[in-house]
């Protein structure tokens, strides 16, 4: 029983001994197997390195060839840089020797032409005196006889010639010159209408003259004072006449009578509104006669205030022409006149157009149209340039540039064209502009109106600066003052009219 135990033991002693002989017998095969396999790396790795040796060697002996190559080669070129550099120093040498010799030529030949300039001076020299002394007068004798005999000579062929010239000259620029202004002349064709100191407003019911008048004639009394003109009513039928020697009144008053008869309440209160809503109009429509005309003459950088300025000469008149026709007619001749003559064209039209610019506000402001202009031009920016040509125009100011002569040229002609002015218009308009002013000269006066072809002076005063008393005293001053500065043919009535208004509101 108990023999199973002992030979358990000894077959389980035996395959331990048996498992550990059998394993250390692998690994020795195995170590042995790795050693041959690092064993053989080795070698392979030792045959690559001297194959790389070898290529190594191989291409550093085929560099230091190519080297060796290039430093002959480069050798080569230096020694044949060398003796170029040579050849080029000998032949430079050669060339400075070559210049040296001619330069000594040229010095000998310079002493030789100076010796002979001195012998040749030496000879005239005594030319000179020997003549002198033959002739028995010096140089300057000499040549003064000489000029004297060429001038008796000649004295009459040259004042001959020299007058021929001067005439055939001055002939020669004037007939030029009327060529250069007829045909300006005939290029330019504008049709003027010559304003008269009356409008016609035709009505279509006779009735209506009697809304106009107003019960005691207040409603045309209001009418005349806010618009400055005169309604004549019962001259003509269906008509009514607007008389006043300033178009803008008329057009005003004309505008406003329009406005009332078409919403049908004539009133005192309704009078003023519509005055003023016609004023307003008025004012835009000066704005686009202004542009219509520099729009027309192609000038396109005026400033607002200077296109408003020249709207407002559409309605001003001087010996019966609009002043904007005949700066419109001047800038068209400027322009023509200047591009004949090769001169700025910009410029001439631009002088020309704003010539008569004063004029605008010349009613309103003291000094002559000119320099009122000029100040006008210089204060919105209008180029110095333009300014010179147009302060020319009467003469006030010198003739600084070219333009300036042909904006005179071109005022001058445009003025002066049959039918262009009328003389006794201008000095009547003249006269009633002068009764306005004297009358609003006075302190307390708020507006003054000719009216009646100047018959009549309306004085319209502010109440709380005259009384009563004060307007009759008034009254006599202004005309005291009128016969002591006016020359005029019969009677000027003038009416000072002080008016009262008490206003109030219930709320």
Do not use: C
């Not at 195995?30 to 790396?41: D, G």
């Not at 039928?237 to 008389?243: A, E, G, R």
């Not at 540039?401 to 042909?406: D, G, H, N």
């Not at 009358?439 to 005063?461: D, H, T």
Request: hydrophobic share 40%; proline share 2%; net charge negative.
């Amino acid at each position: 029983m108990f023999q199973y135990p002992i030979i358990l033991a000894i077959f389980l002693v035996l395959g331990a001994a048996i498992g550990y002989f059998a394993r250390h017998f692998i690994g020795i095969r195995a170590a042995s197997s790795v050693e041959q396999k690092i064993k053989k790396q080795i070698d392979e790795s030792r045959s690559r390195a001297k194959e790389l040796i070898l290529e190594a060697q191989e291409k550093s002996t085929s560099l230091l060839e190519e080297v060796k190559k290039e430093e002959r080669e480069s050798k080569t070129q230096i020694t044949r840089l060398e003796e170029r550099m040579i050849k080029k120093e000998e032949l430079a040498e050669k060339q400075l020797s070559d210049l040296r010799n001619k330069e000594n030529q040229l010095n000998q030949e310079i002493e030789k032409t100076k010796q002979s300039q001195q012998e040749n001076e030496e000879l005239r020299k005594k030319s000179v005196k020997e003549l002198e002394r033959v002739a028995d007068m010096n140089v300057d004798e000499a040549k003064k006889a000489l000029f004297e005999d060429i001038k008796l000579m000649y004295q009459k062929d040259l004042v001959i010639s020299v007058q021929k010239l001067e005439r055939e000259r001055k002939e020669e620029l004037e007939k030029k010159s009327v060529e250069i202004m007829a045909s300006a002349m005939q290029r330019l064709s504008r049709v003027h209408v010559s304003e008269a100191t009356t409008s016609a407003f035709n009505i279509s019911d006779e009735n209506l003259k009697g809304k106009i008048i107003g019960r005691e004639g207040r409603n045309i009394r209001a009418l005349e004072k806010a618009t400055g003109a005169e309604f004549i009513i019962d001259e003509n039928p269906d008509t009514i006449i607007i008389s006043s020697f300033d178009p803008i009144r008329r057009e005003i008053a004309k505008m406003a009578l329009e406005k009332l008869i078409k919403d049908g309440r004539i009133q005192p209160a309704k009078i003023e509104e519509k005055v003023e809503e016609s004023k307003n109009e008025l004012s835009k429509r000066i704005i686009e006669i202004g542009e219509n005309a520099v729009r027309e003459l192609g000038i396109y950088d005026f400033p607002k205030e200077i296109i408003q300025l020249l709207g407002r000469l559409n309605f001003r008149y001087s010996y019966g022409q609009s002043v904007l026709d005949n700066s419109v007619e001047a800038s068209y001749l400027a322009g023509m006149l200047a591009s004949e003559l090769g001169l700025n064209v910009d410029t001439a039209k631009k002088g020309a157009l704003v010539h008569d610019i004063g004029k605008a506000i010349d009613h309103e402001v003291e000094g002559t149209h000119v320099e009122l202009g000029r100040k006008i031009l210089k204060k919105y920016g209008v180029a110095e340039e333009v300014i010179r040509a147009m302060e020319s125009h009467h003469e006030e100011y010198p003739f600084s540039t070219s333009e300036s002569y042909i904006v005179a040229a071109a005022d001058s002609l445009s003025a002066g064209r049959p039918g262009a002015r009328r003389d006794n218009l201008e000095n009547y308009i003249k006269k009633l502009e002068d009764l306005e002013k004297i009358a609003v000269s006075f302190e307390g006066v708020k507006n003054a109106y000719a009216i009646s072809a100047g018959r009549e002076l309306r004085v319209f005063v502010t109440p709380e600066k005259i009384d009563d008393f004060g307007a009759l005293q008034l009254a006599r001053n202004i005309a005291l003052k009128i016969e002591s500065e006016i020359k005029y043919p019969g009677e000027i009535k003038v009416n000072v009219i002080r008016e009262v208004r008490a206003v109030e509101y219930a709320r």
